[in-house]
């Protein structure tokens, strides 16, 4: 019989009183005429009182309204035209409207934040201003200002795209600055006390670069670039978010990051991601071995859905299925969807799981579904694949 841990696929909404005669009138009156009485004439002098009082209150509010009015409709102070010479600015991941206009007003691009954020109000796109930095021009009127910052052609930045690996990442960086290949990974193993990882990383930045847009500025540096990104990881991750779920599923903040690394290597949209975690979960409460593809690509340098038998005898730490427990680092920088996945897994029984298909990814905890699972994903690949691919290891997941 086919160990299951070993089978293909894991890394995968009253009326009124009655009637009174009237009484006689006193001696002196005529007929029907009743003398005035004092508490009637009392409230009149009050009502007449009251509205006299009501009439000075409109009054007063209407002179005052008069006299701000043209105070309340001053245009907020703005610059005509297109502006004069040349200013950096630098905007940062999550900015709001109001921070930049602040920014801006105060390095003389433009003459007030109102302005600014009364433009970025009439503007279809206005709160689309993406990360990054711009090159502007000192006396800006804010509308010019704002559209020279709607256009992500003029943002000097660099993104780093959520599962990237720490290789990925440095070859970016070199790119963007123009730098040797190899310089920023060389920063990162020169100045690792530099970075500010936590101390549970070790001084190991995968996991830790984390996925965002940041600025590039002309005193940006390979070391500055690492250091945001490890700023921002450490900000995301800040909290006890992470700790519960540590605690949650004995592991450390550590294991649970790895964790959120292989839900984001393993799916492609965040229920599925939610599952994954939950598998991982479940797997390891039960020492078994997680089997995961992603593991292996990840200590190989590569990205491959076909995993060889000979491949699940590399001789690496990274090897799921040859080494128990989780891998002995994040095997890439996870995104938010795969850090609340990690935090919040999904409610289930799932032991294993395989991709079908794109979009179609079945997670269950039997062995027997799980094999026929395996047989229509190889059926799948078969009808899709290149010819003569490499027989494919039993796995547990995809």
Not at 79 to 92: D, E, L, Y
Request: proline residues 10%; glycine residues 10%; contains cysteine.
């Amino acid at each position: 019989m086919t160990d299951p841990y070993t089978a293909p696929g894991l890394t995968p909404g009253h009326l009124g009183a009655p009637a009174v005669e009237p009484a006689g009138a006193p001696p002196g009156q005529p007929y029907g005429v009743e003398p005035p009485d004092p508490r009637q004439v009392r409230t009149g002098a009050a009502c007449c009182l009251s509205v006299a009082g009501l009439l000075g209150v409109v009054a007063t509010v209407a002179v005052a309204a008069l006299l701000l009015w043209p105070e309340g409709k001053k245009a907020a102070p703005d610059f005509p035209g297109a502006g004069a010479g040349q200013v950096q600015i630098s905007v940062a991941q999550g900015a709001s409207i109001t921070q930049i206009g602040k920014v801006l007003t105060a390095r003389h691009v433009i003459a007030s934040t109102q302005a600014f954020t009364e433009a970025a109000a009439k503007s279809p796109a206005g709160d689309r201003i993406q990360p990054g930095t711009y090159t502007l021009r000192e006396k800006m009127s804010a509308v010019s200002a704002l559209n020279l910052l709607l256009d992500p052609a003029n943002a000097n930045a660099l993104t780093v795209p959520e599962g990237w690996r720490s290789g990925q990442v440095y070859a970016a960086i070199d790119a963007r600055l123009g730098l040797p290949a190899g310089t920023a990974k060389a920063a990162a193993e020169q100045h690792t006390a530099e970075l500010g990882l936590p101390a549970d990383a070790a001084g190991r930045p995968e996991g830790y670069l984390y996925p965002a847009t940041y600025p590039v500025t002309g005193d940006s540096t390979a070391l500055t670039l690492l250091q945001d990104m490890v700023k921002q990881a450490g900000s995301t991750l800040a909290g006890d978010g992470l700790d519960r779920a540590a605690a949650a599923n004995n592991l450390s903040p550590y294991g649970v990051l790895t964790v959120a690394s292989l839900a984001q290597a393993e799916a492609d949209n965040p229920e599925d991601m939610a599952k994954v975690a939950r598998v991982v979960y479940n797997r390891l409460a039960r020492n078994m071995p997680l089997q995961l593809d992603s593991t292996i690509n990840y200590a190989l340098g590569r990205s491959t859905l076909t995993t060889t038998q000979d491949d699940t005898r590399l001789d690496s730490p990274f090897n799921t299925y040859a080494h128990p427990g989780l891998p002995p680092t994040p095997i890439g920088n996870p995104g938010p969807d795969a850090l609340r996945a990690a935090v919040h897994p999904a409610d289930g029984d799932w032991l294993y799981f395989v991709t079908v298909a794109p979009g179609d990814t079945r997670f269950t905890d039997s062995p027997e579904q799980h094999r026929k699972n395996v047989d229509e994903f190889n059926a799948y690949r078969a009808r899709h694949a290149s010819p003569a691919p490499p027989a494919p290891a039993p796995r547990t997941g995809r």
